[in-house]
T-cell receptor
Framework: EAGVTQFPSHSVIEKGQTVTLRCDPISGHDNLYWYRRVMGKEIKFLLHFVKESKQDESGMPNNRFLAERTGGTYSTLKVQPAELEDSGVYFC??????????FGPGTRLTVL | QKEVEQNSGPLSVPEGAIASLNCTYSDRGSQSFFWYRQYSGKSPELIMF????GDKEDGRFTAQLNKASQYVSLLIRDSQPSDSATYLCAVGSGGNEKLTFGTGTRLTIIP
C-alpha cells in the first residue's frame, strides 16, 4: 500500500510569488490534514478535510493560504503571495476511520 | 504554557539501556496520545498510540499514560543505534480531530 505522497519535496521561491503544494493521501482515507513546522517550533495544525469538505480550518494563518481537495482525493495548498514567515516544512497526513494519522515526507518551502 | 511539552534534549542513552521519553499536556479533555519517530529530513512515523490509562507494550516500546497527571511517556528497551531520532509526542481530542504536537525530544543512542 502506497503511503502519503507530497510534491514537490523542496520549493524555493521569492517573496510575493505563488506556490502550490500537493498531497496524495493513502487510497481510501477520507481524512486529510495539513500541518506546518517552522524552524525551531513544533508541528502545527493547519486544516482538516473530510472527503472534499473542510472540517476544521482553524489553523490556517491567514487568507493568503488556500486549501482545496478536489473530489475528495488529492489536496492542494496554495500560498499567494508568499511571505518570508511562510518558510518551513509542510506536512500532509491522512487517516481512515481508525483515527491514526499517517504522515507524508513533507514539502520544504523556502521563501527568499 | 505550551499545550504539549517535551524536553528537547538531546538525550543520550548507552546502547542496550532503557530510554525514557516524557511528555505533559495541558488539555484535560485530550483522549488520544501518539508517539511519532522522525529521522532527520524524513516524515514522522507512528510508533505507538494509547487511549487508556496504564501501560501499552509493543515489542521494545512501552507507552504509559496517566490522565490524572496529564502525563504520557515512552520507554524504549534494549536501545539500538537505529533508535537515534527525534521523538514527537502528539495529543488529540479523540476521533479524527487535529493533533497537537510537542517540539520533540532528540534521542541519541551511544554504541
Amino acid at each position: 500500500e502506497a503511503g502519503v505522497t507530497q510534491f514537490p519535496s523542496h520549493s524555493v521561491i521569492e517573496k510575493g510569488q505563488t506556490v502550490t503544494l500537493r498531497c496524495d493521501p493513502i487510497s481510501g482515507h477520507d481524512n486529510l490534514y495539513w500541518y506546518r513546522r517552522v524552524m525551531g517550533k513544533e508541528i502545527k495544525f493547519l486544516l482538516h478535510f473530510v472527503k472534499e469538505s473542510k472540517q476544521d480550518e482553524s489553523g490556517m494563518p491567514n487568507n493568503r493560504f488556500l486549501a482545496e481537495r478536489t473530489g475528495g482525493t488529492y489536496s492542494t495548498l496554495k500560498v499567494q503571495p508568499a511571505e518570508l514567515e511562510d518558510s518551513g516544512v509542510y506536512f500532509c497526513a491522512s487517516s481512515s476511520s481508525r483515527h491514526t494519522q499517517y504522515f507524508g515526507p513533507g514539502t520544504r518551502l523556502t521563501v527568499l | 504554557q505550551k499545550e504539549v511539552e517535551q524536553n528537547s534534549g538531546p538525550l543520550s542513552v548507552p546502547e542496550g539501556a532503557i530510554a525514557s521519553l516524557n511528555c505533559t499536556y495541558s488539555d484535560r479533555g485530550s483522549q488520544s496520545f501518539f508517539w511519532y519517530r522522525q529521522y532527520s529530513g524524513k516524515s514522522p512515523e507512528l510508533i505507538m498510540f494509547i487511549y487508556s490509562n496504564g501501560d501499552k507494550e509493543d515489542g521494545r516500546f512501552t507507552a504509559q499514560l496517566n490522565k490524572a497527571s496529564q502525563y504520557v511517556s515512552l520507554l524504549i528497551r534494549d536501545s539500538q543505534p537505529s533508535d537515534s531520532a527525534t521523538y514527537l509526542c502528539a495529543v488529540g481530542s479523540g476521533g479524527n480531530e487535529k493533533l497537537t504536537f510537542g517540539t520533540g525530544t532528540r534521542l541519541t543512542i551511544i554504541p
